[in-house]
C-alpha cells in the first residue's frame, strides 16, 4: 500500500459473545497517490488486545468503488454503517469525494 495521507473512521461497533468482546472499525484511507483504500479491523478485548485487519480495499478511484469497498468490507465485519456520519467523516479527507459519493448513496 502507497504512503497514508489521512485516515477517518467510517464505523465503529462493539460486541461479545459468551467467549470473547471485540470492537470492529471501519477505516477510509486517503493515500498519497489520490487513491483511496477502506479497511474493517477487529480489536479483540481478550486478555491480550490484538488488532486483527479482516477486509481492505486498495486502489479506489471512483465513488462508485468506494461505496461497493464499503459495502463489502461492512458485510465482511457485520458492522452497520450510517452514511450520513461516514460521508461526514469522509469530507474530511476529501470535500469533493465525499459529495461525489453523497450522490450515489442518497
Given at each position: 500500500m502507497a504512503s497514508i495521507a489521512g485516515t477517518v473512521l467510517l464505523a465503529k461497533e462493539e460486541d461479545d459473545n459468551m467467549v470473547s468482546a471485540w470492537v470492529d472499525y471501519l477505516y477510509a484511507h486517503r493515500l498519497v497517490d489520490g487513491t483511496y483504500s477502506v479497511t474493517a479491523e477487529k480489536l479483540m478485548l481478550d486478555q491480550e488486545e490484538e488488532l486483527?485487519?479482516?477486509?481492505?480495499?486498495?486502489?479506489?478511484?471512483?465513488?462508485?468503488?468506494?461505496?461497493?469497498?464499503?459495502?463489502?468490507?461492512?458485510?465482511?465485519?457485520?458492522?452497520?454503517?450510517?452514511?450520513?456520519?461516514?460521508?461526514?467523516?469522509?469530507?474530511?479527507?476529501?470535500?469533493?469525494?465525499?459529495?461525489?459519493?453523497?450522490?450515489?448513496?442518497?
Open positions: 486483527i485487519t479482516i477486509d481492505s480495499v486498495e486502489g479506489i478511484t471512483t465513488p462508485r468503488q468506494f461505496i461497493d469497498a464499503v459495502n463489502r468490507c461492512s458485510m465482511t465485519i457485520e458492522i452497520e454503517v450510517y452514511w450520513s456520519d461516514a460521508l461526514k467523516a469522509l469530507s474530511e479527507l476529501n470535500k469533493d469525494f465525499s459529495a461525489q459519493v453523497q450522490s450515489l448513496v442518497e
